[in-house]
């Protein structure tokens, strides 16, 4: 045998296990039993591992009693298969959270049954009661009401019935808590022969100073007891060369808003019918002003204009022109 | 059913559990779940299964209890300190290894099931043997 074919003491102590079962091949077995026959550290580790082997026979004495390799070789049937192996894997879970479901369950069948919110003595309080006459609620629903609303109704009647002129009924502002269906009412007002007709002023005129005028006409308005009607403030921005004012003012006042717009420029006012009746002694005016481009401002407004829709729609459809001399 | 793998099914739970009433509930688990897997994979082998299958409660789910508690009905078994060293030894060695270990010299599973099952060569299976035997040798 080679010299490199020798095996050393730490290769024979790997084979131990392998020479211990009969596993190593002739020439391999050979050459460990000449080393075991020299070192007496291999044949005691050799001694040790039989040792530790002939133990592990206890294991081998064991005896399985027969009913118990009967119940363990039964097949199960393929459903108890499937059923055990479902509950082993959904019933903790299952049992966990069926409490939790009982609970939830009675309290969704006890509040839909006892609706303890009928307990409660959740009434309606009365906190204050306020007189207002017919035309302040008239007033206030003409202010509320936005120009797109109006129209838009105006629109519905003329076209279920274009020829009777339609009244808005009293009775859709008889509460401020009709407020906000006022709109709804409008639109499905009933058929009726019109008895007052209602009117909106629509005016347009162009100014070489739009600012001056805008802040000018804003105080007299107000100086002559001129109210803001729709949603935008008086002399809104509506466009970087266009103010828009919407405003309801008694009147006897007409003329001298007139005579003061006159001392810009030339108003054109015209009148055109409208569902909603104002209260006795009040207009309600649409006064566009419009900044006139071939005249350079001193001023010039950079700021753009909010974006909010008044609404304003068409004028060129109006039943009846006034022409107001400045 | 083979009554050999039953009896190396029990001898592994045996040994590597710490309560014997829980044995045969494991062997139980890993035997319904050798057989239903050897259905779906239509194998015709169920040692291999069997194997694999108790490992993997060993494993995983050893701290588990699948089913009742019931007295092992068993004769002639280890003696305690025996059984007591085995222990001691599992807690010295890998896993891996104390599981081939069990394997291949207590339960005594043939070598191409085990390998079959353990997903590893007859090599790898001896060395880890072999390791364990001889740690338990040189104490």
């Given at each position: 045998m080679k010299k490199k074919d020798q095996l050393t003491l730490f290769m024979a102590k790997e084979l131990l296990y392998d020479y211990a079962k009969g596993l190593l091949k002739d020439e391999r077995k050979q050459s460990f039993e000449e080393l075991l026959k020299e070192s007496g550290e291999l044949r005691l580790a050799l001694k040790s591992i039989n040792e530790r082997i002939e133990r592990l026979e206890e294991f081998d004495r064991l005896e399985v009693s027969e009913d118990l390799i009967k119940e363990l070789s039964l097949p199960h049937p393929s459903l108890a298969q499937q059923l055990a192996s479902i509950e082993r894997r959904f019933a903790p879970q299952f049992w966990r959270a069926l409490p939790l479901g009982v609970l939830v369950l009675a309290g969704v069948v006890a509040i839909s049954i006892f609706k303890p919110w009928n307990y409660l003595g959740l009434n309606e309080v009365e906190v204050a009661k306020i007189s207002m006459s017919d035309d302040d609620y008239r007033m206030e629903a003409a202010i509320a009401l936005s120009e797109k609303d109006i129209e838009g109704a105006m629109k519905a009647q003329t076209e279920k019935d274009p020829e009777e002129v339609v009244e808005a009924p009293s009775d859709m502002v008889k509460s401020p808590d009709d407020k906000a269906s006022s709109e709804k009412e409008v639109a499905s007002a009933p058929k009726e022969k019109a008895k007052r007709v209602g009117y909106i002023y629509r005016g347009f005129m162009t100014v070489d100073n739009l600012s001056q005028v805008t802040q000018s006409t804003v105080d007299k308005i107000q100086a002559l007891g001129g109210k803001k009607a729709g949603q935008v403030p008086l002399g809104w921005n509506r466009d970087e060369d266009e103010r828009y004012f919407h405003f309801s003012i008694p009147e006897k006042n007409k003329k001298a808003l007139l005579d003061h717009l006159s001392n810009f420029s030339q108003v054109r006012l015209s009148s055109q019918e409208h569902p909603l009746v104002m209260p006795e002694g009040k207009i309600r005016i649409i006064l566009v002003v419009k900044q006139n481009p071939n005249v350079v401002p001193k001023e010039v407004e950079a700021t753009p204009p909010p974006p909010l829709d008044p609404a304003e729609t068409e004028e060129s459809d109006s039943s009846v022109k006034e022409e107001a001399s400045p | 059913m083979d009554d050999s793998i039953i009896r190396s099914c029990v001898l592994f739970f045996l040994v590597t559990?710490?309560?014997?009433?829980r044995v045969y509930s494991c062997c139980e688990a890993a035997l319904t779940a050798a057989r239903k897997l050897q259905h779906r994979q239509s194998q015709t082998r169920l040692n291999p299964l069997v194997v694999k299958e108790a490992t993997q409660i060993y494993r995983e789910a050893h701290r588990k209890t699948f089913g009742a508690r019931r007295p092992l009905l068993v004769s002639n078994g280890p003696s305690e300190e025996l059984l007591k060293e085995i222990h001691s030894l599992r807690d010295k060695v890998s896993q891996d290894q104390f599981i081939s270990f069990v394997w291949s010299e207590i339960a005594k599973v043939n070598q191409e099931d085990l390998s079959e099952g353990l997903g590893l060569s007859h090599g790898t299976i001896q060395y880890r043997s072999h390791q364990v035997l001889r740690l338990w040798a040189e104490g």
């Open positions: - | 559990l710490d309560d014997e009433s």
